[in-house]
């Protein structure tokens, strides 16, 4: 049996670390940036525990970090989509799942629930291009919709364009006012998808 290579512990420390760092950064500006759009790298790389030029190596600056966010988001999105559409279950009950991690997500980038990647920045004439995770991201989430429909799961007097709006723009706001409102953390994916997917009105209602 051949010895390992003498450096692969060494290379995998590194990559390791690298990412994690990353993941450090990416956090704290989404929770600094979420609170004040203006704030300074500094304030950033104090909040993730990094020196500055740790920040700038990896961002030039905070729309890189703003774009950085909102990808890292996406991604770990597009995650919680395929792992949904893996357990194999009903539409309904794959989108209960989906609108959970969801939520999961976007408490940990506050960022994304401001919207900033929806509308232009100051000095800019109109709104940016989505990243590509995000592009595919809400693609597949559509697509999840209009099967739904096609299988007769979700409503088809609707136009399948308004669903994903109606779960982002619910988890966005009932996550901004979380504290104010002394919901459950842990618990508020689950309530923000049984309010989507079952409504407001009592069973007997319904």
């Known amino acids: 049996m051949s010895a390992p290579h003498p450096g692969t512990a060494r290379q995998r420390g590194p990559r390791t670390d690298a990412r994690r760092t990353d993941a450090l950064i990416l956090r704290a500006a989404a929770h600094v940036l979420a609170h004040n759009p203006a704030a300074t790298i500094q304030q950033i790389a104090d909040e993730a525990g990094v020196v500055r030029l740790t920040v700038y190596r990896r961002y030039r600056n905070r729309d890189a970090l703003r774009a950085a966010v ?3 988001a ?17 539409t309904v009950a794959t989108l209960r799942a989906l609108i959970i991690g969801m939520a999961r997500i976007a408490q940990s980038y506050p960022l994304i629930t401001v919207g900033t990647d929806l509308k232009p920045l100051p000095g800019q004439s109109r709104r940016p291009t989505p990243p590509p995770t995000s ?3 809400h693609r597949n989430l559509y697509d999840l919709f209009v099967r739904g429909q096609r299988e007769g799961a979700l409503r088809t007097d609707l136009p399948a364009e308004l669903f994903p709006l109606a779960i982002t723009g619910t988890l966005n706001t009932a996550i901004r006012f979380t504290a104010t409102l002394g919901l459950d953390q842990d618990q508020l994916g689950a309530h923000i998808a049984d309010l989507i997917l079952h409504g407001i009105t009592a069973p007997a209602e319904r």
Request: no cysteine.
């Open 74 to 90: 996406a991604e770990e999105a597009q995650h919680a989509i395929d792992q949904a559409l893996a357990q194999h279950i009903d």
């Open 70 to 72: 909102f990808e890292a």
């Open 135 to 137: 592009r595919s991201m």
